[in-house]
């Protein structure tokens, strides 16, 4: 089957069948047991690529030095286990220039033709314990400039089954204790495989997704088993398409267990960085424990921006398209980096339960005291004016004293869509807590009418809670130490339905907002159980510019709302605050117009 450079596939239009294959998103195409793959569009228009039953061969197009490193991969599925291989091999052209090496699924390197010596007309290798997949890469390094018709061809490809039985406990789970062997099962379809307890690292991978688990309908056991990953993998295959240590591509995947914890403390290329990435269908995930490191500028939150120019993330766990019906159970993300916790991009129907996520905070005391660091080097200007997400800064971006700051970014936090045509569907987040992080949890973004129950958020410094159109919030708690423990910012938002009780907001700084509420038609109740956990400063806001809502572009609205303060704190309607049913325990102060219905005990 021959592969044209242009149009093999695209990352839009991408079909179901593939949708479960590795790298969504960048070029690839399969032909019956052959994936192929490349890294980049450019490495797409650079090679035209041919795969048969026993091999394929790779032809250059001619292609002008560039900043970019350029691979085509052939994955190779096996039925089973490979002791010894052999095949005929051809090269015209310059391998020096464009290398051709043969790795195992674990990325450990089986056999090379860089241009050193004459090319061998037949390779044979024996004592091997190969599992998995057989993955042949071609590279053009950065800078290198390939003529036209360069190619290298691998043909009558002859492999020697493996007699190795694998270890089987009584419940039938093949038990492993390395990576390499996992790695080897992970694109297998129907296994149960157990890895050991105990501590591994990962330090090795092929591609930006380390680990990937495209296999449907298996089930991984890591429980007792720590993962410690090297940062430095995370700029190892240039900037571009995001990264990931777990691929969980495959449909109807249960991952249970594992612990793991980034060494190294090298921020990656870019800013897509993330634990685990998940886009099957039907993905059940439970227990497992997350620590992120590897981000930059470290210790400054979002003062010195989202992404992009320095800034380089580390994320914890992303659901994301094609990715429908996944559950997140019992999962435990500490936040030790600049990045979300938590978050859903295009899926539908995720299910987020018994999930904790902590981060740290931080002075911006601490931070106007420090004799060096990013900050010291930028005359402690932030990259922004005003209002940074959750914090004040001068007007001329010059950090203030009594602040506080989230290093990390949201702890559970939706995406509107993954891209066009890919909305974000309806998540559910039941029984979750989320500490010390920019946003607690954050539904109002997403498009979709979403349900949060039972949840709890505390010491987070843009909004406890941003709720957006159609969402329902029961049995939800928030506390207002740093910022509003309820948002709903978004005039344009119709029909959420809220109740959140108030915890213990004294002793906090820089707030002195308990609610901000915009928009048409919602339903708020806000209580508390001790009337004294809320300073006396503390007020609700309709159409409000303040907190998170500061921003809205336009006049803030709020219509048509129903409001129940079972708190002492005053409530206050600006004067586009109009038509709303107001029942407060505290003062109410109306400036609407016309005037709101208004009852106070």
Request: net charge neutral; aromatic share 8%; proline share 5%.
């Amino acid at each position: 089957m021959r592969l044209f450079a242009l149009g093999i596939v695209c990352s839009l239009a991408i079909s179901r069948a593939l949708a479960s294959e590795p790298m969504v998103g960048l070029p690839q195409v399969r032909d019956g047991a052959w994936l192929v793959r490349f890294n980049a569009p450019a490495a797409q228009r650079a090679f035209v690529t041919t795969t048969r039953a026993d091999g394929f061969s790779v032809e250059t197009k001619t292609v002008a030095a560039n900043t970019e490193d350029l691979y085509v991969f052939y994955h190779l599925t096996l039925e089973q286990p490979v002791s010894a291989l052999a095949f005929d091999y051809a090269l015209n052209g310059d391998a020096a220039k464009m290398p051709l090496v043969l790795f195992d699924a674990a990325a450990n390197e089986l056999w090379r033709h860089d241009g050193q010596g004459a090319p061998p007309p037949r390779v044979s290798l024996a004592n091997l314990r190969v599992r998995g997949q057989l993955v042949f890469r071609v590279r053009r390094d950065r800078g290198g400039q390939l003529a036209e018709g360069w190619s290298h061809r691998v043909s009558n490809l002859k492999r020697t089954a493996g007699s190795r039985a694998p270890v089987v406990a009584a419940d039938g789970f093949t038990v492993v204790d390395t990576l390499d062997e996992l790695r080897g099962y992970a694109s297998r379809h129907g296994v149960k495989v157990r890895l050991k307890p105990g501590t591994y690292t990962l330090d090795r991978a092929l591609v930006r997704h380390f680990i990937e688990f495209t296999g449907d309908d298996s089930q991984w056991d890591l429980r007792g088993a720590t993962i410690r990953i090297d940062t430095r993998l995370f700029r190892q295959f240039g900037g571009g398409a995001p990264y990931c240590v777990f691929s969980l591509a495959g449909d109807r995947i249960e991952f249970s267990g594992v612990t793991t914890e980034n060494y190294g403390d090298l921020p990656g290329l870019q800013s897509r960085n993330k634990i685990f990435n998940i886009t099957g269908v039907g993905v059940v995930v439970r227990d497992v424990d997350i620590t992120t490191s590897g981000s930059s500028p470290w210790g400054y939150g979002s003062l010195y921006g989202i992404s992009g120019g320095d800034v380089r993330k580390m994320n914890g766990i992303r659901v994301g398209w094609p990715a429908t019906d996944v559950k997140l159970l019992g999962c435990r993300v500490h936040m030790r980096a600049m990045g979300h916790a938590i978050f859903v991009q295009g899926a539908d129907r995720t299910l987020i339960r018994d999930c904790h996520v902590d981060g740290l905070l931080k002075t911006t005391d601490d931070i106007l005291a420090e004799k060096s660091g990013y900050a010291f080097e930028h005359q402690f200007t932030a990259r922004g004016r005003g209002y940074i997400e959750g914090v004040t800064v001068g007007d001329d971006g010059k950090i203030l004293p009594g602040e506080m700051i989230s290093l990390s970014e949201d702890g559970i936090r939706l995406y509107p869509e993954s891209g066009p045509g890919q909305p974000t569907g309806r998540t559910t987040i039941e029984n979750c807590t989320v500490t010390r992080m920019r946003r607690g949890i954050c539904t109002g973004l997403g498009r979709a009418a979403d349900m949060v129950v039972n949840c709890e958020a505390r010491e987070c410094v843009a909004a406890g809670f941003n709720a957006g159109s159609g969402d329902v919030l029961r049995h939800c708690r928030a506390d207002a130490k740093y910022a509003e423990a309820l948002c709903l910012p978004y005039s344009n938002s119709r029909g959420a339905d809220a109740e959140i009780e108030i915890l213990d907001s004294r002793d906090g700084c820089a707030n002195a907002l308990l609610a901000a509420i915009n928009g048409v038609q919602h339903r708020v109740v806000v209580r508390t159980r001790n009337p004294d956990f809320l300073p006396p400063a503390m007020t609700i806001e309709l159409a409000s510019t303040k907190g998170y809502a500061r921003y809205r572009q336009v006049e803030p609205v709020a219509k048509n709302i129903r409001l129940t303060n079972e708190t002492p704190a005053p409530v206050l309607l600006t004067p586009t605050a109009t038509s709303n049913d107001i029942t407060s325990r505290g003062p109410v102060t109306d400036r609407g117009e016309p005037r709101n219905t208004v009852h106070v005990p």
